[in-house]
């Protein structure tokens, strides 16, 4: 079945770097456009990033716009995500996303803090 596993989270401080992985499995990845979703302590969850199947064209929050990079290696079936010049509210459960049509698959997240 279809499955994505992020990976790559921890702790960092501010002003530092972390690159997220999502590795997917069990569905035709290179058809789906992937997403970045976050999740911080008593917030909704937010999107942060998407990438087209080919990973011709991408977009990001405002929030993330120019500090952060989505990418993706169709060959690995992954989709990645640099975070550069963290600051501490990027903290938060970051969500792998793929979808296609009406298909839509969730990961269970990898935890980013950004904390002296």
């Known amino acids: 079945q279809a499955q994505l596993v992020e990976s790559g989270g921890g702790l960092v401080q501010p002003g530092g770097s972390l690159r997220l992985s999502c590795a997917a499995s069990g569905f035709t990845f290179s058809i789906y456009a992937m997403n970045w979703y976050r999740q911080a302590p008593g917030k909704e969850r937010e999107w942060v990033a998407i990438?087209?199947?080919?990973?011709?064209?991408?977009n990001y929050a405002d929030s993330v716009k120019g500090r952060f990079t989505i990418s993706r290696d169709n060959a690995k079936n992954t989709v990645y995500l640099q975070m550069n010049s963290l600051k501490p509210e990027d903290t938060a459960v970051y969500y792998c996303n793929g979808r296609w049509r009406a298909m839509n698959y969730w990961g269970n997240g990898t935890l980013v803090t950004v904390s002296l």
């Open positions: 990438i087209t199947s080919t990973g011709g064209s991408t």
